[in-house]
């Protein structure tokens, strides 16, 4: 299809800059493991609770994780775990989720200044917490190189609502018109739509491209193959 210039690019992060399932897999059995301290039926008890397969760490499509903040994401964890709150197993998952090695979905220094140089301005947008996601993205070495970033603790509210992609159309004075809303999750493209971008699904999460493919402007492998689709703004 023909992609209009488009001169804001706004980046979920979890499944979209970084692959998901490399990332977050073995990281998330090791962190119900030590909810467990010890006791493997919890720890596989745990996992199930929250959509993964605890022996091959395989995220379901519909695991609260995937998509949701980390409050929904834990959320199934609390009947299991009756000595945690909400509150404190939520600052628990954040503080060790942004210790979390990532593995990015394409070779994103070289990417990210190609679409910088193009003149597309960048952001990103994720249900992560924004402290998480500002580690990560100095873990990558990417600090500086987006105009925006927002975590659903911003202050924004959180996809599949429209208040991130909106607040970083404000933010970078571009029209919603004039941006895509590139993610790898149904939650990214709703997000998007509802507030009027251009629509980018990527194959690197965990929600099949025949799901995707309906709600998505494009669809592609991974962001590696942006810079081949997007028209000089």
């Not at 499944?15 to 039926?41: C, I, N, P």
């Not at 964890?77 to 909400?86: R, T």
Request: proline residues 9%; aromatic residues 6%.
């Amino acid at each position: 299809m023909t992609v209009p210039k488009l001169k804001g690019l706004l980046f979920d992060k979890d499944g979209t800059l970084f692959d998901y399932q490399k990332t977050w897999g073995s990281f998330t059995l090791g962190f119900v493991e030590g909810l467990a301290a010890g006791d493997a039926d919890l720890a596989i008890r745990l996992a199930r609770a929250i959509g993964v397969n605890p022996e091959t760490a395989q995220f379901s499509p519909d695991s609260p994780i995937v998509a949701g903040t980390p409050e929904e994401a834990i959320a199934p964890l609390l009947p299991l775990l009756p000595g945690w709150s909400l509150a404190a197993l939520t600052d628990h998952i954040n503080t060790a989720a942004a210790r979390a090695p990532q593995v990015p979905a394409a070779d994103l220094g070289p990417l990210v200044e190609a679409l910088r140089a193009n003149g597309h301005t960048l952001g990103i947008a994720t249900n992560d917490a924004e402290a998480a996601a500002l580690a990560h993205v100095e873990s990558a070495g990417l600090q500086g190189q987006f105009a925006f970033l927002a975590g659903y603790d911003s202050g924004h509210g959180a996809k599949p609502s429209p208040g991130m992609c909106l607040a970083f159309a404000s933010a970078v004075g571009i029209a919603p018109q004039a941006c895509a809303m590139i993610g790898d999750s149904l939650h990214d493209l709703a997000a998007g739509r509802a507030a009027g971008m251009f629509c980018i699904a990527v194959c690197t999460g965990v929600t099949p491209p025949e799901e995707l493919a309906p709600h998505a402007d494009l669809l592609l492998p991974d962001i590696g193959h942006l810079p081949q689709f997007l028209p000089t703004p």
